[in-house]
């Protein structure tokens, strides 16, 4: 392990640096905060630790760069006002080929809580997940409320609808204009589409809907955007 002092360090003003967006997606990396979040991330995209003195011990296993630092300097590092004491650099895995027959397909999902809940639904319901026009997964918000999971998910961002089509799966709607979803069928290979929270599914990828289904409900006009894209995932692949 190697001590550093000075929040000047160059190696310091990287890590702080990823705090930005446009610097993660320079890099391709991103900051996994606390040290439940840095044992679930596996140990291949761990690229470097930081951490306060008092938590060095939990760290002596770990092959990567180490380095011990001050409390000043792991305040600047860390997004929290209350932070945990170690903050980790990480690779991003983000996946160009579509390799499952079940994908959730997130369009302009803004809300960082919305996102963590409904990426690790995925990963534990089998969908890999389309992020196209949403809040940055790997801000830091959505890292937290991931947990683990954004090292687990595959995971694609950008515009992917026409892809999607070409390789033959069915481009489902959640939408309330859509029929019931019991009485849905089931297709072989699904995208499962849940559009922005205020606004719903964008009309372009509405066109390209091959059917628009919507969850039944008793006294309320709608669900939360994590709620409904769960109990639909779960409908259509189990």
Request: aromatic share 8%; net charge neutral.
């Amino acid at each position: 392990m190697t001590e550093i002092t000075s929040s000047d360090n160059k190696i310091i003003k990287h890590a702080a640096a990823l705090k930005e967006k446009k610097y993660r997606d320079l890099y391709g990396e991103y900051l996994v905060e606390g040290l439940r979040g840095v044992s679930d991330t596996p140990r291949d995209v761990l690229r470097s630790i930081f951490c306060t003195k008092q938590n060095a011990e939990a760290l002596k296993d770990y092959r990567c760069d180490v380095y011990i630092v001050t409390e000043k300097i792991m305040k600047k590092l860390s997004d929290t006002d209350n932070f945990s004491g170690i903050v980790a650099v990480a690779a991003k895995a983000e996946f160009p080929e579509f390799n499952g027959d079940y994908v959730v397909y997130l369009d302009r999902i803004r809300d960082p809580g919305n996102m963590g809940a409904i990426i690790r639904t995925a990963v534990a319901a089998g969908y890999e997940v389309v992020c196209d026009g949403c809040v940055d997964v790997y801000n830091a918000k959505v890292v937290r409320s991931c947990v683990s999971a954004l090292s687990k998910v595959r995971l694609h961002v950008g515009n992917f609808i026409d892809i999607l089509r070409q390789k033959g799966y069915n481009i489902i709607g959640a939408d309330i204009r859509g029929k019931n979803m019991f009485s849905s069928q089931k297709p072989g290979k699904v995208c499962l589409v849940i559009g922005n929270e205020a606004n719903g599914i964008c009309d372009e990828i509405i066109a390209n809907c091959d059917m628009l289904c919507r969850i039944p409900m008793q006294n309320m006009e709608s669900l939360n955007a994590a709620v409904s894209a769960g109990i639909l995932m779960y409908y259509f692949k189990y």
